[in-house]
Every structure is written in structure tokens, then in C-alpha cells.
């Protein structure tokens, strides 16, 4: 069975251009996040869904960020416009569901570089 | 507010002995649940073993267990048996019953030395 795919692996864009990620979880996992991994630090939440909502946006750059999931298996995440600090590395993970022990799984991540 | 705090930037373990690596967690609510991921180099988070705040036991999984301690609020991981292949950085995360999102930590930095 295939894990979470993300695409691409890497991305160098120069600030204010537009860039977008995509995610591909695990056929049949109804939860999917999308997390941001700064440099030396763990993860951190910028969305999670629930099928297609988006059921937690809380911690998402509103301004510069946007994400959908069309139809509630691939996902995209934009950045428009990018800025220096948006540079990390930005993780896609699905779960089954959200029972406590549910675990999730992650894709290999984009590494964005602003320039 | 969840809080995984996780001491050790970085350790030092010998090829083939057992090393611990700390987790302290702060929440509210009765019921969730601690994850132990590994990173490696190459960018994918792996998990590794999980613990529920109503478990009995400490959970294992081959050579990694978890020393389960509730009422300090910590979940340290135990690797036994150090493999070069086990340098990685680990995460240390929690899924509050409420919350349902995975919180994690700063992460520690092992290097398994031959």
C-alpha cells in the first residue's frame, strides 16, 4: 500500500511569488493535516480536515495562506505571496480517523526555500 | 494549552546499549494519548509506539518501550539495544481527546555511535 505522497520534494522560489503544495494521504484515511517543520524544531498544525472540511484552520496564515481538499482525498496548500520566513520544510500526514490512538502518517515533506 | 517538552536537544548513545530519551507533556484533559516519531535524515516521520492516559501498561513495540509515568506527566522513550541505524531525531507528540490534533515537541537529536 502507498504511504502519503507529497510533491515536489523541493521548491526555491523567490519572495512574493505564489507556490503550492500537494498531497496524496493513504486511500481511505479521512484525516489529513498539513503541518510546517521549521529548521532544529517539531512540527507544527496548520490545518487539519475532516473528509473535505477544513475543521481546524486555527494556527493558517488566513492572509498569505489558503488549502482545499477537493472531494476529501488529495489536498493542496498555497502560499501567495511568499515570504522569507515561510522557508521549512511543509508535511502532509492522513489518519484513519481521529480516535485517540489512531496514528498518523506522514509523507516525506516539501522543503520550500525563499529567496 | 497542550505543552510536549522535551529536554535533550541532542544525546549520545554507544552501539548496542539502551538509551532513553525524555518527554514531559502538560494537559488538562483525563484522555489522550502520547506518539513517539522518528525522523531521519531523509525528511519522513515514522511512528514508532503509542501510549493511551488510560493504559495500564507501559507500551512496547521490539525494541522501543515507553516508561509511562502519569502522575509526573511523562512518557519517556527506551531504546534498547542501539543500532547505527537508529540515529535519527525523535519527536515526542500528544492527541488530547478535545483537541485531536498531534501536538510535539522540540524533538531530541540521537546519534548512535559504532
Known amino acids: 500500500e502507498a504511504g502519503v505522497v507529497q510533491s515536489p520534494r523541493y521548491k526555491i522560489i523567490e519572495k512574493k511569488q505564489p507556490v503550492a503544495f500537494w498531497c496524496n494521504p493513504i486511500?481511505?484515511?479521512?484525516?489529513l493535516y498539513w503541518y510546517r517543520q521549521n529548521l532544529g524544531q517539531g512540527p507544527e498544525l496548520l490545518i487539519r480536515?475532516?473528509?473535505?472540511?477544513?475543521?481546524?484552520d486555527s494556527q493558517l496564515p488566513k492572509d498569505r495562506f489558503s488549502a482545499e481538499r477537493l472531494k476529501g482525498v488529495d489536498s493542496t496548500l498555497k502560499i501567495q505571496p511568499a515570504e522569507l520566513g515561510d522557508s521549512a520544510v511543509y508535511l502532509c500526514a492522513s489518519s484513519l480517523d481521529v480516535r485517540l490512538g489512531t496514528e498518523a502518517f506522514f509523507g516525506q515533506g516539501t522543503r520550500l526555500t525563499v529567496v | 494549552a497542550q505543552k510536549i517538552t522535551q529536554t535533550q536537544p541532542g544525546m549520545f548513545v554507544q552501539e548496542k546499549e539502551a538509551v532513553t530519551l525524555d518527554c514531559t507533556y502538560d494537559t488538562s484533559d483525563p484522555s489522550y494519548g502520547l506518539f513517539w516519531y522518528k525522523q531521519p535524515s531523509s525528511g519522513e516521520m515514522i511512528f514508532l509506539i503509542y501510549q493511551g492516559s488510560y493504559d495500564q501498561q507501559n507500551a512496547t513495540e521490539g525494541r522501543y518501550s515507553l516508561n509511562f509515568q502519569k502522575a509526573r506527566k511523562s512518557a519517556n522513550l527506551v531504546i534498547s539495544a542501539s543500532q547505527l541505524g537508529d540515529s535519527a531525531m525523535y519527536f515526542c507528540?500528544?492527541?488530547?481527546?478535545?483537541?485531536?490534533?498531534?501536538?510535539f515537541g522540540p524533538g531530541t537529536r540521537l546519534s548512535v555511535l559504532p
Open positions: 480536515y475532516e473528509n473535505e472540511e477544513a475543521v481546524d
Open positions: 486511500s481511505g484515511h479521512n484525516t
Open positions: 507528540a500528544m492527541r488530547e481527546n478535545y483537541g485531536q490534533n498531534f501536538v
